[in-house]
């Protein structure tokens, strides 16, 4: 590589391989800027100087004007308002950014991990004495969560935080109530934590239908078989019987204790948590661009991590 200097404000690099240039050609090429003069503004060499096809030559900017350092990276950039900053003398002012959605993450209630292994439900029964009761172990999450519903709707009733509120049918929230005034002879948690609850909930879904005068259960006997006859099906209808009590339980059971409405059911928690937080991330965008501040950042931690 040659370099040649033809100005003060400018420089030409040409590159010459022993393939692309003999030595004769080297020899006018220094030849010819001995012969230019130092303060010359000429800048273009003679084409048979020049370099070939194939060669490759970078241009530089070896200066720019007073005062418009910064300027022509703030016109490519294309922001005219980084431009007329810089062109006044300030630095550009910083664009408001929301922070990051964070992923939406559901956890139950009153559930906490064991470390002996498994999953127990701590649940809130006194919230006057803030008294608690342990009930578990259970396999996971799921069931530790569904058996602290169940003890907190049967001492707290309408007032109990519920992981599944959707899943229970009235007459399972009655069939809780009447276990706890029973109090001396049903023990809930043990009920709940033995793996007796689903039998004897049955063995009461059966007594109500069997009741020759249904009283306060008249309103859910009528859903059974006016609301609800196209569930209970024409076979169990014609046969009556053990097979129509059957159906009976069926159509009353927990919710939650089907894996598939469960994951329905927590899909559409998740969807809503994650509408809240993006509608609550828009409000603090629009604070942020109208310069009335924006909330603090544990506030905000504390609303995303609540579950509805």
Not at 71 to 88: E, F, K, N, V, Y
Not at 136 to 161: C, E, M, N, T, Y
Not at 223 to 239: S, V, Y
Request: charged share 20%; proline share 8%.
């Amino acid at each position: 590589m040659q370099v040649g200097e033809l100005g003060e404000s400018e420089s030409v690099c040409f590159i010459l391989t022993r393939r692309e240039a003999s030595s004769n050609t080297r020899v006018r090429a220094q030849l010819w800027q001995a012969r230019t003069p130092p303060h010359s503004t000429r800048t273009s060499l003679p084409r048979c100087l020049r370099t070939r096809r194939g060669s490759m030559t970078t241009p530089t900017i070896s200066g720019s004007a007073p005062g418009a350092a910064g300027a022509p990276a703030a016109m490519i950039s294309g922001d005219p308002a980084a431009a007329a900053h810089l062109q006044a003398g300030r630095p550009p002012a910083p664009t408001p950014t929301a922070p990051p959605l964070p992923v939406p993450r559901f956890q139950y209630a009153g559930v906490r991990p064991i470390p002996a292994g498994g999953w127990a439900a701590h649940v809130l029964v006194d919230p006057e004495r803030h008294a608690y009761r342990t009930v578990g172990p259970f396999p996971d999450a799921h069931a530790a969560a569904l058996a602290h519903d169940r003890v907190a709707i049967a001492f707290l009733g309408d007032r109990a935080r519920a992981n599944f509120r959707p899943a229970f049918h009235p007459i399972e929230q009655r069939f809780l109530r009447l276990c706890r005034t029973r109090d001396g002879e049903i023990d809930v948690c043990t009920l709940v934590a033995d793996g007796m609850y689903e039998a004897r909930y049955a063995t009461f879904l059966r007594a109500v239908l069997g009741l020759e005068r249904w009283g306060e259960y008249l309103g859910v006997v009528l859903d059974f078989f006016l609301d609800r006859a196209a569930e209970i099906g024409r076979e169990a209808l014609e046969e009556g019987g053990e097979k129509l009590a059957a159906r009976f339980v069926e159509m009353h059971r927990n919710k939650a204790v089907d894996p598939r409405w469960r994951a329905w059911y927590l899909g559409r928690v998740a969807a809503g948590q994650k509408q809240r937080m993006e509608r609550e991330r828009q409000q603090l965008l629009q604070q942020q661009q109208r310069g009335g501040g924006c909330a603090s950042a544990s506030a905000m931690q504390h609303q995303q991590q609540q579950v509805p």
